[in-house]
């Protein structure tokens, strides 16, 4: 990944919805060379997809945490997936070094709604012996969303 790569990703990660001539004429590049340098990133796994981005307050998710779930026992991330994919509130979740065994974050209508999702997730995982909540009060950091300084990774 070159340097015209990464400013074709930030252009991306501010509009993903930029046509080609629109990008190219960001980066100096013309429309075809574009397509091909996108068409590049996807094949070969950097760019995954497309998707919307949405405000999460616009359509009534108020409320967000995140979740250090812990298991009695070992549980393999399979099956964390497999469970966690089943409580739709679920927007991410990891394995994690430390004492939790998996880290989640899930966005709720609300504290009640939180709830809700909490006890399915306790529910799918047949041996979660507890779970640890913070509920988000504001994001300060939202790295790679709309609006965000130019796309740059380390080398």
């Known amino acids: 990944m070159d340097d015209l790569d990464r400013k074709l990703i930030g252009c991306?990660?501010?509009d993903g919805r930029a046509g080609y001539a629109a990008i190219g004429d960001r980066i100096g590049l013309s429309a075809p060379a574009v397509k091909r340098r996108m068409d590049r990133l996807l094949d070969d796994g950097v760019i995954s997809g497309f998707t919307a981005v949405l405000d999460p307050d616009l359509v009534g998710w108020a409320t967000e945490a995140y979740v250090e779930v812990h298991?009695?026992?070992?549980?393999?991330p399979?099956?964390?997936?497999?469970?966690?994919?089943?409580?739709?509130?679920?927007?991410?979740?990891?394995?994690?070094?430390?004492?939790?065994?998996?880290?989640?974050?899930?966005?709720?209508?609300?504290?009640?709604?939180?709830?809700?999702?909490?006890?399915?997730?306790?529910?799918?995982?047949?041996?979660?012996?507890?779970?640890?909540?913070?509920?988000?009060?504001?994001?300060?950091?939202?790295?790679?969303?709309?609006?965000?300084?130019?796309?740059?990774p380390p080398d």
């Open 12 to 14: 991306l990660l501010e």
């Open 78 to 152: 399979d099956e964390l997936r497999a469970a966690f994919s089943r409580v739709p509130e679920v927007h991410t979740a990891a394995t994690v070094s430390g004492a939790a065994d998996a880290l989640l974050h899930i966005v709720a209508r609300d504290v009640r709604d939180l709830e809700r999702a909490l006890e399915r997730v306790r529910d799918e995982v047949a041996n979660v012996d507890h779970t640890s909540t913070a509920i988000v009060l504001s994001r300060l950091i939202d790295r790679y969303g709309p609006g965000q300084p130019e796309f740059n």
């Open 71 to 76: 298991c009695k026992g070992a549980i393999s």
